[in-house]
Every structure is written in structure tokens, then in C-alpha cells.
């Protein structure tokens, strides 16, 4: 109760707010330089996950697994559909990634997306 009511929690809110938007302004610049001929991204305005949507024929189930073998962590999208039709993308989470490791993670997920 101290802690919502001393205003803590709002202060929080503010502070990971900054550090959220960084994050994503960051992956979605080094996504756009690395990418940006390749996929499209989508969900990129808020929150702590941004879509890649790969081209057609691209095996998101394929590239996550290669990904993860490499030591980044991709949800493809195609799991995430319920029903026909899925499209082949990632989902990847920023939320947790610090700043500094972005732009060579993403450097490295261009390898694995044009393998």
C-alpha cells in the first residue's frame, strides 16, 4: 500500500517506460538496417515484443530452432495461430535484452533468417 500510495510505483512505471522505448528504438534501427530488405516489422509502436514478418517460404519453426542453437531466443509466429493460414514471422522480446547486445543479435539472426 506504501508503495503505490508514496507514489513509487508510478515513478517505475515512468523509468521502465524509457528504458522499454530505447530498447525498441534500438531493435527496430538495427532490425531495419540488417533486415529491412528482407522482412517486415510490425507491433513495433509499444510493448515489449516486436513481429518480424518473414518472407514468403521462409520456415519461422526452422529459423527459431537455428536461432536458439546460436543463442538467441525467436517465438515464431506460426505457433502462435490457432486455425489455417499462419504466417511465417518472430516474435522477439526485448525486455529483458540489455541495449549494448542488440545490434549483434540482430547482425547474427541475419545470418540465420537468409541461411
Request: proline share 3%.
Amino acid at each position: 500500500h506504501d508503495f503505490l500510495r508514496d507514489g513509487h510505483f508510478a515513478r517505475h512505471i515512468r523509468r521502465m517506460r524509457g528504458i522499454y522505448a530505447e530498447r525498441r528504438r534500438v531493435l527496430v534501427g538495427a532490425l531495419t538496417r540488417e533486415l529491412g530488405d528482407t522482412v517486415r516489422i510490425a507491433g513495433d509502436h509499444a510493448g515489449m515484443h516486436v513481429v518480424v514478418l518473414l518472407p514468403p517460404g521462409a520456415r519461422d519453426h526452422d529459423i527459431a530452432v537455428r536461432a536458439a542453437a546460436r543463442g538467441i531466443s525467436v517465438i515464431p509466429l506460426s505457433s502462435c495461430y490457432v486455425g489455417a493460414r499462419p504466417r511465417s514471422g518472430l516474435l522477439l522480446g526485448y525486455g529483458t535484452t540489455r541495449v549494448s547486445d542488440i545490434a549483434e543479435a540482430v547482425r547474427r539472426l541475419k545470418v540465420i533468417v537468409r541461411e
